[in-house]
Structures are given as structure tokens and as C-alpha cells.
Nanobody, 122 residues
Framework: QVQLVESGGGLVQAGGSLRLSCAAS????????MGWFRQAPGKEREFVAA????????YYADSVKGRFTISGDNAKNTVYLQMNSLKPKDTAVYYC???????????????WGQGTQVTVSS
């Protein structure tokens, strides 16, 4: 079992920044890849970014490339999503998830956090 707890969401003005954190625990969580997804009201859950614990390779959706950065801190068992130049269309609930390998589709991920709300005002 892998447990994931997100934090760091909130309300920010357009152009601002937020950093989301995902604290991971469980016996085998480092064998997984970690991803961030988001879901806006009335829309499907969409891929944002992912990182491999083993290789530290990172992957991004085109919509966030150049603005968001995913990173991991092995000592703290935590994955971060640094979000800069935020736009109103980034407003969503953001979820952290773990998968056996890096993937960009939700059904590849076995474990999910509870989500954290990010609201970007114009």
C-alpha cells in the first residue's frame, strides 16, 4: 500500500505561483512513478506532470510545460509541483498519484491522494 497526502493548494491571482506537496509513505512507494493530475468542474481528470523515483526523469503536459516543475525529495519522501505564471484555466482540484511506471493516463495509476484545490483568479 502507498499513502499519498497533498497540501499547498489555495487561491492565487493570475500570474502568481503556488507549490504543491505530496507526502508519500508505504513500504514500496519508491518503486513507483509519481504523477500530478488535475480535474476542473465538469471536465475529465487530466495529466499534468510525472516523475520517476528511479531515474528522476520528468514529463509534462504541453499546457503546463515551461510553467510547472515537478521534483522529488528522497529524504523527505515528498514530490512537489511548482506552479508559476498561473492562469485562470489552471483552476482545478490537483491530485497526486502513484503508478508502477510513468504514464499520462489516470487508469495507469494505482494510488491517489485526496486532492487539493487550486483557484486562480483573473
Amino acid at each position: 500500500q502507498v499513502q499519498l497526502v497533498e497540501s499547498g493548494g489555495g487561491l492565487v491571482q493570475a500570474g502568481g505561483s503556488l507549490r504543491l506537496s505530496c507526502a508519500a509513505s508505504g513500504r514500496t512507494f519508491r518503486s513507483y512513478a509519481m504523477g500530478w493530475f488535475r480535474q476542473a468542474p465538469g471536465k475529465e481528470r487530466e495529466f499534468v506532470a510525472a516523475i520517476s523515483w528511479r531515474s528522476s526523469n520528468t514529463y509534462y503536459a504541453d499546457s503546463v510545460k515551461g510553467r510547472f516543475t515537478i521534483s522529488g525529495d528522497n529524504a523527505k519522501n515528498t514530490v512537489y509541483l511548482q506552479m508559476n505564471s498561473l492562469k485562470p484555466k489552471d483552476t482545478a482540484v490537483y491530485y497526486c498519484a502513484a503508478a508502477p511506471k510513468v504514464a499520462d493516463t489516470p487508469n495507469e495509476y494505482n494510488y491517489w491522494g485526496q486532492g487539493t484545490q487550486v483557484t486562480v483568479s483573473s
